[in-house]
Nanobody
Framework: QVQLVESGGGLVQAGGSLRLSCAASGSIFSINIMGWYRQAPGKQRELVATITSGGSTNYVDSVKGRFTISRGNVKNTVYLQMNSLKPEDTAVYYC?????????WGQGTQVTVSS
């Protein structure tokens, strides 16, 4: 089984940057896709970005050109570089991994962008 631990959230002013990190442990060689989702108060959890084991990336339209997802030199890490942050990016960000066919989630890290 795969376990995920996020770090790097916090409070930042609009226009600022943050970098989220996610470290996977356990059966990491069964991971096909890693990524980030977010959930704002009163809203459904939404996809932010994903990256496949081959390096292909996918982003929600609202973050294209501002956020960059990448994987570390070892298979079990994924990062989300967030630039030009907006108040509407405020949410709990969850690391995600597709463990063969089973989705795994981290505990979430809060990102708050003040105007």
């Amino acid at each position: 089984q795969v376990q995920l631990v996020e770090s790097g959230g916090g409070l930042v002013q609009a226009g600022g940057s943050l970098r989220l990190s996610c470290a996977a442990s356990g059966s990491i060689f069964s991971i096909n896709i890693m990524g980030w989702y977010r959930q704002a108060p009163g809203k459904q959890r939404e996809l932010v970005a994903t990256i496949t084991s081959g390096g292909s990336t996918n982003y929600v339209d609202s973050v294209k050109g501002r956020f960059t997802i990448s994987r570390g030199n070892v298979k079990n890490t994924v990062y989300l570089q967030m630039n030009s942050l907006k108040p509407e990016d405020t949410a709990v960000y969850y690391c995600y991994a597709l463990d063969r066919v089973v989705p795994r989630w981290g505990q979430g890290t809060q990102v708050t962008v003040s105007s």
